[in-house]
């Protein structure tokens, strides 16, 4: 079994800065990309950032500048830091990440998500 639990959400003022961090636990033999998704109410997930296993990122527009995907492949766990944030950016953020599990398994897998609350 694979475990994805994000921290680091909260309330912030517009123009401050969150870490937000997820932790991989389970049967890992390997992780590949690793992820963060958004979900506002009332609107569909959409993709924030990606890195890759060799540590490529990528990000949405809207982030572009003012976010940071990272990962310590070490610790099993990738972080978003959040500047200069918006109340465009309040959402529900979640870490998905593609596990290879000791049995054999790849897998995408989500974490529960965290809140993040930006006010104006």
């Known amino acids: 079994q694979v475990q994805l639990v994000e921290s680091g959400g909260g309330l912030v003022q517009a123009g401050g800065s969150l870490r937000v961090s997820c932790v991989v636990s389970g049967s890992i033999f390997r992780i590949g990309p690793m992820a963060w998704y958004r979900q506002a109410p009332g609107k569909q997930r959409e993709l924030v950032a990606e890195?890759?296993?060799?540590?490529?990122?990528t990000y949405a527009d809207s982030v572009k500048g003012r976010f940071t995907i990272s990962r310590d492949n070490a610790k099993n766990t990738v972080y978003l830091q959040m500047n200069n944030l918006k109340p465009d950016d309040t959402a529900v953020y979640y870490c998905?990440?593609?596990?290879?599990?000791?049995?054999?398994?790849?897998?995408?897998?989500w974490g529960q998500g965290t809140q993040v609350t930006v006010s104006s």
């Open positions: 890195i890759s296993s060799s540590v490529t990122t």
């Open positions: 998905n990440a593609d596990v290879w599990t000791v049995i054999g398994f790849r897998r995408s897998y």
